[in-house]
T-cell receptor, first 115, second 114 residues
Framework: GESVGLHLPTLSVQEGDNSIINCAYS??????FIWYKQESGKGPQFIID?????DKRQGQRVTVLLNKTVKHLSLQIAATQPGDSAVYFC??????????????FGQGTILTVHP | ETGVTQTPRHLVMGMTNKKSLKCEQH?????MYWYKQSAKKPLELMFV???????ENNSVPSRFSPECPNSSHLFLHLHTLQPEDSALYLC?????????????FGPGTRLTVT
């Protein structure tokens, strides 16, 4: 049959609102997580990371929350701006005691910010 | 500019062609990566190089052949590709090969196989 593309979750917010983007990860042994932002025509851009020994980490206007019990990661963006419109990816890493880790990416969420 | 450059930015090739993608990083990182981003799947890691040595080949078909002559340059040689190989090919680098923390991506090469 014909292949279809990914149907990415979407989130639409008004400028100035707070945004919450969610991600469920698959590997309970993953011990490091990253959020990336990808604008049209560009490669992914690192936003913020968190290790599994933490449940919250804050950056500039962004906060990442980690719930290992339910394998859930979220990215909160405060006072969302039109320039925040992009696709947001979470990624998990499990070095597993090996010398080299491997990032596994989620499918992404499209964030659209309306002026 | 992120410090990771990729050329060409766009490439159209036939299935019998041979072409190469180039990546260069100016960040002093020791690890470099090739990723594939297609409309049908999440971003997929293809290859990892650390200090010029290949440390990961994520079950990539042999029609994709990476080369890392030094820590600053990474190539992806392409031959006898299939239409389903059409995708955005992203190069990335990081100082930390384990966590890929602080990893930086290039803008990608948009490849179309006809």
């Amino acid at each position: 049959g014909e292949s279809v593309g990914l149907h990415l979750p979407t989130l639409s917010v008004q400028e100035g609102d707070n945004s919450i983007i969610n991600c469920a990860y698959s590997n309970s042994a993953s011990d490091y997580f990253i959020w990336y932002k990808q604008e049209s025509g560009k490669g992914p851009q690192f936003i913020i990371d968190i290790r599994s020994n933490m449940d919250k980490r804050q950056g500039q206007r962004v906060t990442v929350l980690l719930n290992k019990t339910v394998k859930h990661l979220s990215l909160q963006i405060a006072a969302t701006q039109p320039g925040d419109s992009a696709v947001y990816f979470c990624a998990e890493n499990n070095a597993g005691g090996t010398s080299y880790g491997k990032l596994t990416f989620g499918q992404g969420t499209i964030l659209t910010v309306h002026p | 500019e992120t410090g990771v450059t990729q050329t060409p930015r766009h490439l159209v090739m036939g299935m019998t062609n041979k072409k190469s993608l180039k990546c260069e990083q100016h960040l002093g990182h020791n690890a470099m990566y090739w990723y594939k981003q297609s409309a049908k799947k999440p971003l997929e890691l293809m290859f990892v190089y650390n200090f010029k040595e290949q440390t990961e080949n994520n079950s990539v078909p042999s029609r994709f052949s990476p080369e890392c002559p030094n820590s600053s340059h990474l190539f992806l040689h392409l031959h006898t590709l299939q239409p389903e190989d059409s995708a955005l090919y992203l190069c990335a680098s990081s100082q930390d090969p384990i966590r890929q923390s602080g990893g930086v991506f290039g803008p990608g090469t948009r490849l179309t196989v006809t």
